[in-house]
C-alpha cells in the first residue's frame, strides 16, 4: 500500500554499496497505531462537530477516521531501513524525504528493545549508539546524571535480532 513513494535506492546509496537488508516497520504495529492515534483525533473533531449538527458529527468523524488512519499508516510505513555494506540507512517522509546514515565504523553499541505491544505481534527495535551521540544531561537532583539518546533507531521491524546480528558483524570489520 505504501511502497508507491520510496522504491528506487539509487537517490540515497552509492552504487558500490550492496544491500543486505531492506526492511520497513511492521504493518501490524502501523496499522494498531494508526487506529489508535486516528480514534483520538476523530473523537475530537467528532466532539467539535457535535454541537452543529449530529449527522454532520456521524460523518466528519468517519470520514476523519479514514483519512487518519490511511495517513498516519502510510507515515509509518514511509519511514524504510537500510543495511549495506558501507552502513545503515534511515529513509523517512511521505512528501519530503529525510536521510540518515552512520557508517559501521561509527558505532560504539548496538542495543535491542522490545515493548509488550511489539511482543504480541512479534517484533523489537535496535538502537545504534555513536561516540557523537546525543548526550543529554540532568543536573536538577545535583548528581549531574548523563545519559545518551541513539543516533538511530530501527524501530519495530520483524526481523530484530539478524538485523543486530548484522550490524554487530560488520562493525567489527
Do not use: H
Amino acid at each position: 500500500m505504501a511502497d508507491w513513494f520510496n522504491n528506487d535506492l539509487s537517490e540515497y546509496i552509492d552504487k558500490k554499496e550492496k544491500v543486505i537488508v531492506d526492511v520497513r516497520k511492521n504493518d501490524k504495529i502501523c496499522v494498531l497505531s494508526s487506529f489508535i492515534l486516528s480514534l483520538f483525533f476523530s473523537a475530537i473533531l467528532g466532539f467539535m462537530g457535535a454541537f452543529v449538527d449530529i449527522g454532520l458529527a456521524i460523518f466528519a468523524l468517519l470520514g476523519s477516521f479514514c483519512l487518519f488512519v490511511w495517513l498516519i499508516y502510510n507515515s509509518q510505513r514511509a519511514t524504510r531501513y537500510v543495511l549495506t555494506n558501507c552502513g545503515i540507512y534511515r529513509i523517512a517522509g511521505l512528501i519530503f524525504k529525510r536521510t540518515k546514515f552512520v557508517a559501521y565504523n561509527q558505532i560504539t553499541d548496538v542495543s535491542m528493545s522490545k515493548g509488550p505491544i511489539q511482543t504480541i505481534v512479534g517484533c523489537g527495535s535496535v538502537g545504534v549508539g555513536t561516540a557523537s551521540g546525543n548526550v543529554v544531561g540532568s543536573v536538577s537532583d545535583g548528581n549531574g546524571t548523563i545519559y545518551s539518546i541513539n543516533e538511530l533507531d530501527i524501530e519495530s521491524v520483524d526481523n530484530y535480532k539478524q538485523i543486530r546480528e548484522i550490524i554487530i558483524k560488520n562493525r567489527k570489520k
